[in-house]
């Protein structure tokens, strides 16, 4: 199953309306495929847990950052593609483990 942090759902309603669906259609592909989804449409966050969701097989400037939380992946954060907005990204990786942070706290 593939949720959505409350803060990155409010996240993801902020990108622009082709970028919202690419994500969506990249979340489904994780449900479908789970842990076999493979390059380019998901990658390891170097230096971190974390995998970043690649929409439209990376094409997109946008990145869905998650991790598997039991039998969940967790999509704790949107951030922009590194190469792009490389501050950016680093921001929302730590929010993003913050937020997960805190869902592997509640359970």
């Known amino acids: 199953m593939v949720r959505y942090h409350p803060a990155a759902v409010a996240e993801e309603r902020a990108l622009p309306s082709r970028e919202r669906v690419a994500m969506a259609n990249a979340a489904a592909k994780l449900q479908a495929a789970g842990p076999a989804l493979g390059f380019p449409h ?20 946008w990145r869905g950052l998650y991790q598997r939380i039991g039998d969940e992946f967790v ?5 922009p593609e590194a190469m792009v907005d490389r501050r950016g990204f680093d921001q929302a990786v730590r929010r993003c483990q913050d937020r997960l942070a805190e869902v592997e706290e509640s359970g």
Do not use: F, K, Y
């Not at 170097?46 to 400037?61: C, H, K, N, V, Y």
């Not at 999509?75 to 951030?79: F, K, L, Q």
């Open 42 to 61: 998901q990658s390891a966050v170097q230096g971190t847990d974390l995998r970043e969701l690649r929409p439209r097989a990376g094409r997109s400037p």
């Open 75 to 79: 999509i704790g954060a949107i951030a």
